[in-house]
T-cell receptor, first 113, second 116 residues
Framework: AQTVTQSQPEMSVQEAETVTLSCTYD???????LFWYKQPPSRQMILVIR??????QNATENRFSVNFQKAAKSFSLKISDSQLGDAAMYFC??????????FGKGTRLHILP | DAGVIQSPRHEVTEMGQEVTLRCKPI?????LFWYRQTMMRGLELLIY????????DSGMPEDRFSAKMPNASFSTLKIQPSEPRDSAVYFC??????????????FGNGTRLTVT
């Protein structure tokens, strides 16, 4: 069975600085999909970025980018120029070949003004 | 597109009572997922459906939990009887198949369940 691990329960970053959230996963599949979601205090789940495992190029969305290392089974999220609105829980997610989607336990990100 | 709609937003009930959570997925989505979120365990997948058929219910914690999807536009998650340890936020989410531009999950706003 696949698992997703986020080893950092909490992180803090100074406003305007860069922060990287880590995510590793365990799988025997070669074809899968990865996501990062953000959950602000409103409880809403918001898609941040997505990556297909067959694509070697790292996905980027404005200030958000990933470092996808397939061999290492690592999928970290980099947030550049951190803003106060980035403060939230961040979840890494894995979608398997049979479309099961599982999440890590999350990393709470604090932005320091 | 109204998004995924969950009801109620909050539910407070007494131990032993039956609780029914409801979800309307986005029209045209093939997949529907139920998750439970707690501080201790994060987001746990309870069950998911494809074209109204349950595919994997291995995350359903006990026989007290059941889920149905009688048609493409409605699903329920029922807990009977409820217990205080069932207190959590329950999310419903829907998705197209992954081949459609790596279709992500679209979440409802969740139901916060409190069992006293």
């Amino acid at each position: 069975a696949q698992t997703v691990t986020q080893s950092q329960p909490e992180m803090s970053v100074q406003e305007a600085e860069t922060v990287t959230l880590s995510c590793t996963y365990d799988t025997s599949e070669s074809d899968y999909y990865l996501f990062w979601y953000k959950q602000p205090p409103s409880r809403q789940m918001i898609l941040v970025i997505r990556q297909e495992a067959y694509k070697q190029q790292n996905a980027t969305e404005n200030r958000f980018s990933v470092n996808f290392q397939k061999a290492a089974k690592s999928f970290s999220l980099k947030i550049s120029d951190s803003q106060l609105g980035d403060a939230a829980m961040y979840f890494c997610a894995y979608r398997s070949r049979d479309d099961k989607i599982i999440f890590g336990k999350g990393t709470r990100l604090h932005i320091l003004p | 597109d109204a998004g995924v709609i969950q009801s109620p937003r909050h539910e407070v009930t007494e131990m032993g009572q039956e609780v029914t959570l409801r979800c309307k997925p986005i029209s045209g989505h093939d997949y529907l997922f139920w998750y439970r979120q707690t501080m201790m365990r994060g987001l746990e997948l309870l069950i998911y459906f494809n074209n109204n058929v349950p595919i994997d219910d291995s995350g359903m914690p006990e026989d007290r939990f059941s889920a149905k999807m009688p048609n493409a536009s409605f699903s329920t998650l029922k807990i009977q009887p409820s217990e205080p340890r069932d207190s959590a936020v329950y999310f419903c989410a829907s998705s197209l198949e992954k081949q459609v531009y790596n279709s992500p999950l679209h979440f409802g706003n969740g139901t916060r369940l409190t069992v006293t």
